[in-house]
């Protein structure tokens, strides 16, 4: 019985790019506010993947890959966790559906 709320499993691989591209952009934004503006709240969202100096290649390299590994590493969580509330929803509602059919047209 089709409704009007199906619910659909979330693509793991669709949220961990999309959760990297979005944690490498703010980084991006951070670093450049870091670096261009005298701001020290920014430098601390850069200091969350990387202990080197602000002014150094090393933090780019370590931000950017600490956003990709973070990226992924919510997405495995988000993700496993949503589709398996789905998949027990679905076994639900198909239980209380069985229940609810009259004797006659069960089988």
Known sequence: MPTAHSQTRLSISGLGWGFSAAL???FVLCMLAALFLPLRAAHGWVALFSEAPIDSTRVWIDGLVWSVIAGW???LVFGTVYN???ARHAALRKIAAWEETP???KK
């Open 24 to 26: 490498v952009v703010l």
């Open 103 to 105: 004797v006659s047209q």
């Open 73 to 75: 590493l919510i997405a």
């Open 84 to 86: 398996l509330i789905v």
